[in-house]
């Protein structure tokens, strides 16, 4: 088995900083303000939802950008091919909402609103980057596919039936 070097840079990269980088620095600095949850409270098991549901979006994304986009979810190895596959048939940022539900886990599981807050911070982030700069590079280098899946599925809230590209 070989080991996908850029795919492990990326991982550790973008969502090891979304995701442990700047939530460890946040729980750091603010010790105190939270706690641990653990199997006797309510947290603990309201995080398992979001957890286990971004866990499997994260992972089902970054698959479908190696295997059939042929890139990685890094700016500076991007898929080749459109993917309109599994989860982008239905939003056009499944990766992002599941860092969302994975950050909402956290912020669930450590009982913490500088968490909370982080995942706000975050999303908006995105809200403005997107927009402003993913999506005219996708455009740039998809062309009119991109724009016709742009007009069909939604950036943030999954559509209920899936998509496909004629």
Known sequence: MTV???LVKSILILPGTALVYVPGVILWATAGLGRVSGPGDWTFWAALLPGG???VLAVWTV???????GGT???WQPPKKLVVRGPYRHVRNPMISGVLFLLAAEAL??????LAGWLVVFFAANAVYFPLFEEKGLERRFGDDYRLYKAQVPRWVP????WDLP
């Not at 599981?109 to 500088?114: G, I, K, L, N, T």
């Open 4 to 6: 996908n070097w850029p």
């Open 53 to 55: 549901l971004g866990l």
């Open 63 to 69: 698959r479908l950008f190696t295997r059939v986009g």
């Open 73 to 75: 979810p890094a700016p």
């Open 109 to 114: 599981f450590f009982r913490s609103w500088p």
């Open 159 to 162: 559509r209920p039936r899936p």
